[in-house]
């Protein structure tokens, strides 16, 4: 009998962020490990399948939309590695950086999670954000997904 996950590591990885980048919670969170591991840059790790959920979950009743537009995706063996823009949108005011995450995959399911981001980066994209709150021309738009 063969029991090997239907989706590889690469299809994880893409579901995962085309998930997260659609606001559909239920299918992310159905493809994390009880267990997983967070991990972003300087920021705090969350532990376990619904401290992670709870984090990005907190969109769903937030002014502050969440979205995500996968670049690229590359796997080998159990380990994805993901390029995404991700757009933080508050009214006209649109937050969007780019992002580099590793997934640790096994049977399935993310049981590790790293974000990589770089702070000049969103502090560049807060200032551009500010100004297509004003002037709606310079406002950033996502990209279309390349994978």
Not at 21 to 29: C, H, K, L, P, Q
Not at 68 to 93: C, F, H, K, N, Q
Request: aromatic content about 10%.
């Amino acid at each position: 009998m063969n029991n090997s996950p239907l989706w590889s590591p690469h299809d994880v990885a893409e579901r995962f962020v085309e998930a997260l980048g659609s606001g559909d919670f239920e299918i992310a969170e159905q493809l994390l490990a009880k267990d997983v591991v967070y991990t972003r840059t300087s920021w705090r790790t969350l532990r376990g399948r619904r401290a992670v959920s709870r984090n990005f979950r907190r969109h769903e009743h937030s002014r502050v939309q969440l979205h995500s537009v996968l670049i690229s995706a590359t796997a080998d063996d159990a380990i994805a590695l993901t390029e995404r823009v991700t757009s933080l949108v508050y009214g006209p005011l649109r937050l969007q950086f780019w992002v580099c995450a590793r997934f640790d995959v096994r049977d399935g399911r993310i049981v590790a999670w790293r974000d990589y981001f770089d702070f000049l980066d969103i502090a560049k994209a807060a200032a551009r954000a500010l100004a297509g709150a004003v002037y709606a021309p310079v406002r950033p738009e996502l990209p279309r997904a390349a994978v």
